[in-house]
C-alpha cells in the first residue's frame, strides 16, 4: 500500500530522494509582512532531516518569516511526467557570522566545486552576516503523474 500524502515517510520515496539532491531550485512559500501571499526560487539544502536555506539579512523574506514562520516549499521538474515533492513546515531563523555553511553546500552543488567557491567568495565580500533558515518538514507530498497524482486527479480517475 502506498504510502498516505501527508506522511513525512514520503522523504524515503524515490521520487522525493531524487528531487531532494537535484539542482532545481526550490520555491519558498510564505506570508509577506503585508500580509500577502509570496513565492520565490531559492537555492537549498537537504540535510537529510531539514531543508535549510541561506538568505542577506536584508531580504524582505526576513522579517516576514520571522513575524509569520509557517512555509511551504516545493520541488518540481519541468518535463513531463511532472514529479512534484511539496512540504510543509515551520521555519527556524538564526543570524550566522558570515555565510551559512549549507548554502556553501548549494553553491558548489548548483555551479560545481570552483564556482561555487568563487561564488561563495563574493557573498563573504557582501554579507558579512546571513540568516539561516531551516525547515523540519511537518507535512509531505510526493506526485508523479504515473502512480500519484494530486486528489482531484485521483477522485475523477477512480469515478
Known sequence: MATKQGDIALLND???KELL???IPARLAYIGFDGGPRVVPIWFHWTGNQIVLGTPLTAPKVKALRKNPKVA???DTNNWPHKVLQIRGTANTETIEGVVPEYV??????FGKEQGQTWVGQAK???PQMLRI???PEWVSVIDFEKR???AI???MSA
Open 14 to 16: 524515490p521520487i522525493a
Open 73 to 75: 516549499v516545493t520541488i
Open 154 to 156: 485521483e477522485a475523477a
Open 105 to 110: 553546500a548549494c553553491a558548489e552543488r548548483y
Open 125 to 127: 565580500q557582501m554579507f
Open 21 to 23: 539532491q537535484s539542482t
Open 149 to 151: 497524482f494530486p486528489r
Open 134 to 136: 531551516s525547515i523540519s
